[in-house]
């Protein structure tokens, strides 16, 4: 008796489980990515979090080989206890509630002028806007060093000139000008992300806006603002986790401002204690920066879902 060979709508006993079996894992294709993510990635934060929870004890006059001992949270409650280092973290804070906002309201205004039909010299405009982005930050530092040095600094002379006494390096001062030379550095940066959202919104609308009457604001504050919502909450994000990890222009101001600190901000501080051989405390400051920027991002991602929930 022989047996019809299996139609189009058959398929042979097992062949299936047979072919599933075959069948490569997953993991095989995700290994090129999670392979240098772990260890690019995971592997740095876990250790760091690993330092973060144990002490070098010395004993004796220090002759013996340091030993490495458990505290669990106690370097947590010794950072934050410490005045110096909770002061970082609140200037970082103060200066990124107001230079943030400042930046990406300019940045905004910025992309919406380039973006304008009667706008002239675009392509020179926008290469100028974003020139100082490309600038290493460090250079920039230096420059604006120069410009805010209290024997050297063009802008304080003109204001003597005027009869002002005006000091860029102060104690008073020193916040809005770290602030200025970090809205100067990153807001063509913004604008860019900004620009090219606007440039994906259809012609069409704003032509159609026109016809029933809009002007240019109004085209502007409720048919191109809503729609780049998704750049300008991204570029905040950024924002945000810029700003707490801010460390080159402190430390290039250093140089003309003696009052600067050097713990000025978080990232400082960090590197204060890795310069000090302490380098459980400096991996204790590393992680309660990293949960600081992840609380502020993340919440501000909460507040906005609920806003634009809420409309």
Not at 93 to 100: A, F
Not at 108 to 116: E, I, V
Not at 217 to 228: E, M, N, Y
């Amino acid at each position: 008796m022989t047996t019809a060979p299996p139609g189009p709508g058959r398929r042979l006993p097992g062949r299936g489980r047979h072919q599933r079996r075959r069948r490569p894992p997953v993991v095989l294709f995700l290994a090129p990515f999670l392979v240098p993510f772990a260890a690019i990635y995971l592997a740095p934060i876990g250790y760091t979090v690993h330092q973060s929870l144990f002490r070098m004890h010395r004993s004796g006059l220090g002759l013996t080989a340091p030993t490495e001992v458990f505290v669990g949270l106690s370097n947590y409650a010794t950072a934050l206890g410490d005045a110096e280092f909770r002061g970082s973290l609140l200037r970082v804070l103060l200066i990124g509630l107001v230079q943030v906002p400042l930046m990406l309201l300019l940045a905004l205004g910025l992309a919406l002028l380039l973006d304008a039909k009667a706008a002239p010299l675009k392509r020179f405009f926008r290469l100028a806007f974003f020139l100082p982005y490309a600038l290493p930050g460090v250079v920039g530092a230096l420059m604006w060093s120069y410009l805010v040095a209290p024997g050297l600094s063009p802008i304080t002379a003109a204001a003597h000139h005027l009869g002002l006494h005006l000091d860029l390096t102060s104690d008073a001062l020193l916040g809005p000008t770290i602030g200025n030379m970090l809205t100067w550095g990153w807001t063509g940066y913004n604008m860019l992300i900004i620009y090219s959202a606007l440039q994906a919104i259809p012609a069409e609308l704003s032509e159609a806006a026109t016809m029933d009457g809009c002007s240019a604001f109004a085209i502007a504050w409720r048919i191109k603002v809503p729609l780049v919502r998704p750049a300008l909450v991204l570029t905040a994000v950024f924002s945000i986790i810029g700003t707490a990890q801010l460390y080159n222009e402190p430390a290039i101001l250093h140089n003309v401002a003696p009052n600067l600190s050097s713990g000025y901000t978080p990232i400082s501080a960090a590197y204060q204690a890795v310069g000090a051989n302490d380098f459980n405390a400096a991996a204790t400051e590393s992680v309660i920066l990293a949960l600081l920027a992840f609380a502020l991002s993340f919440g501000f991602l909460r507040l906005v879902q609920r806003r634009g929930a809420a409309l």
